[in-house]
């Protein structure tokens, strides 16, 4: 574990250690104490923990302290789609145990297995030699094309969400989740807010749809681009596929500069190894027995969308003392410009 991914428990997102020591000593085999607990510094939705005991580690995810909106959050939902997955093609970590008694400590949350792995960050990957970017590129393209091609029904996961109608269910949901964190104008988002519903795609595909599928999200061997687990499925639910796919390739419209969420705009793609958004989404078309991406602008413009209403979320946790991580300011005031760059992909198409 590499000490510059944790810190101190923050103030306001303190654990009672010592009733979570008697918790896991209860329900958690082999736990072994003293217990000792550090935050990561990522987590902006979510604040996830650290759990050292004298022969292993634990990761622990709860939701914030606070007055919370409908429907975030939902560590529940992770837990439930990890335990899913445990013996499919993808990987994910092992989730030992769900907690939803906020009396132990003051939120409901859940523990799984610590994984030694590297998180990759930065998109442009700094440091690596080009054939190993395109590795790295290639495995979570591949990744993300194998969560799409397993099976809800069968791995327990009917239920997780309704098996039609996900996009006007979504776009209608980030409105709500936007307009309720609302602290300012946007001008792009009223656009967007106007556009979105009229412009939904008629095709339908249901698959598993992790919600927030990124390089940031996936845990690498630490030799090898091999991806060892996917993280974070709080926005996991039965979706459409091209969602979270327009999702990942957000980054190839991010300028490189952009704070806390860099992306790979402005770069020479071709000299870092890094594949172009075509040949990106090409790759995943192969895995999933397509020629293209029909309405394509459309779930680029949404994936803006959403993640400007996520930002703005985070901005109002900020506005009201709550937010999760230090960097809530600079994330919550990207909601502009991620706003804008959904509106130039629906007039891309318009």
């Not at 997955?85 to 523990?111: H, M, Q, W």
């Not at 709080?234 to 459409?240: D, F, Q, S, V």
């Not at 190839?252 to 989404?281: F, K, M, Q, R």
């Amino acid at each position: 574990m590499n000490d510059s991914e944790t810190t101190d428990v923050r103030s306001g997102q303190d654990i009672d250690v010592a009733r979570l020591t008697e918790y896991l000593a209860q329900h958690l085999p082999e736990f072994k104490a003293p217990l000792t607990v550090r935050q990561f510094k990522g987590g902006q939705s979510n604040p996830t923990y650290l759990l050292t005991t004298p022969d292993r580690l634990y990761v622990l995810r709860k939701k914030p302290a606070g007055e919370l909106l409908p429907g975030a959050h939902m560590i529940e939902r992770e837990y439930r789609a990890m335990a899913a997955l445990k013996d499919t093609k993808v990987p994910v970590a092992n989730a030992r145990i769900l907690c939803e008694d906020s009396s132990i400590i003051g939120t409901p949350f859940y523990v799984m297995d610590h994984i030694e792995g590297r998180i990759f960050r930065d998109p442009a990957i700094p440091d690596m030699k080009p054939a190993k970017r395109t590795a790295i590129y290639n495995t979570m393209v591949d990744t993300m094309a194998a969560l799409h091609a397993v099976d809800w029904k069968n791995v327990g996961l009917e239920g997780f969400g309704k098996p039609s109608g996900y996009l006007t269910r979504q776009v209608k949901l980030w409105i709500h989740q936007y307009e309720a964190a609302k602290t300012h104008e946007i001008k792009a988002m009223d656009s967007l807010m106007a556009w979105l519903p009229q412009n939904i795609p008629a095709n339908e595909i249901t698959t598993i749809a992790h919600g927030d599928f990124r390089l940031e999200n996936l845990m690498f061997a630490p030799k090898t681009p091999e991806v060892l687990a996917v993280l974070d499925w709080e926005l996991a639910t039965l979706g459409h596929p091209y969602a979270d796919l327009a999702y990942n390739c957000m980054i190839w419209h991010l300028p490189a500069d952009t704070p806390n969420v860099p992306g790979l705009g402005g770069l020479d793609l071709a000299a870092l190894g890094i594949p172009s958004e075509e040949t990106y989404v090409a790759r995943y078309c192969a895995s999933a027995g397509l020629d293209h991406i029909p309405d394509y602008h459309f779930y680029l413009a949404f994936s803006f969308f959403r993640f400007a209403s996520i930002a703005q979320g985070i901005f109002a946790r900020f506005k009201a003392g709550n937010a999760a991580a230090p960097n809530a300011e600079e994330v919550g005031l990207l909601a502009t410009p991620l706003a804008d760059l959904g509106w130039k992909c629906a007039e891309s198409k318009s």
